[in-house]
């Protein structure tokens, strides 16, 4: 299922988080949205799991405009973990996970046969089966946020989208986690603040600066050390990967001049 944002802009306060973004994700591809903080990548995200409205444009899901669906029908279609996703109540892991089988649900109804042979496979996939019984709030960040991949899983979504998923995961469970992204057949939108991982894992990327989009492509198209030092303002020599041939940076720690503002137009590669 194809995923589209149309013209997207988020103004608030009279200021423009985000400026007519249109950026398409194909069926069964890995797109990383990356960017310096600020520069709108969460905030189109919000747009996508619907909990920001846009001020303008059109999130388009299999074709369908996001906003014609109900919430029952969009959840069902997208899966989002986002930034700050928490869980508050001292539920059990596969409590959580079990979440994710709600818009699936009718009421109270129990979970059946399929329902929880899906939780117990979420939850081996993302090594957290040993800590079903434990409570959410007894575990580390990075279980917990494995916790909630699984819950996103269960959901059986088309469409998923994750807001800098690999925070507090250790180098294993990065891999692991983006690897499972790679080789899940699903639409996916991704922040990821990882330059390097970000080559690896995705198909294509979009780097905004200052709420726009100012270039999308391949990873060794796009990470060039031109486009690093301009957006990101530090300096980088791109080297490829030994094994893989992707992109790979090594960053200096010397200063470079802060990024330029983006001229307003998109520049995209093939």
């Excluded at 520069?39 to 919000?46: E, F, W």
């Excluded at 995961?169 to 970000?198: F, K, M, P, W, Y």
């Excluded at 802060?258 to 093939?270: D, F, Q």
């Amino acid at each position: 299922m194809d995923l589209e944002l149309d013209a997207l802009s988020v103004v608030t306060d009279g200021r423009a988080l985000v400026r007519d973004l249109s950026l398409q994700v194909a069926d069964g591809q890995v797109v990383g949205l990356v960017g310096p903080n600020g520069s709108g990548k969460s905030t189109a995200l919000r747009c996508v799991y619907r909990a920001l409205r846009p001020t303008s444009g059109v999130v388009r899901v299999g074709g369908d405009d996001l906003s014609r669906l109900t919430m029952r029908q969009s959840s069902r279609a997208v899966a989002a973990l986002t930034q700050d996703g928490t869980v508050d109540l001292d539920f059990t892991v596969e409590e959580v996970v079990a979440l994710g089988r709600t818009p699936h649900l009718r009421g109270n109804q129990p979970l059946g046969r399929r329902e929880r042979e899906l939780c117990e496979r979420a939850m081996r996939r993302m090594d957290v089966h040993h800590l079903a019984r434990r409570g959410v709030l007894t575990l580390s960040g990075g279980e917990r946020q494995r916790v909630l991949v699984a819950r996103a899983m269960v959901q059986e979504p088309r469409v998923l989208v994750l807001d800098e998923p690999t925070n507090h995961l250790d180098i294993r469970h990065q891999v692991e986690l983006l690897s499972l992204l790679r080789g899940s057949g699903l639409t996916v939108l991704v922040v990821l603040h990882d330059l390097n991982l970000a080559a690896a894992a995705c198909d294509r990327l979009a780097v905004l600066s200052q709420g726009r989009l100012v270039a999308t492509g391949t990873p060794k198209d796009i990470l060039t050390a031109e486009l690093v030092r301009e957006v990101f303002g530090v300096d980088a020599d791109v080297v490829p990967h030994p094994l893989t041939g992707d992109p790979q940076l090594l960053y200096s720690l010397s200063p470079s001049p802060s990024p330029a503002p983006p001229n307003g137009r998109a520049a995209s590669c093939p």
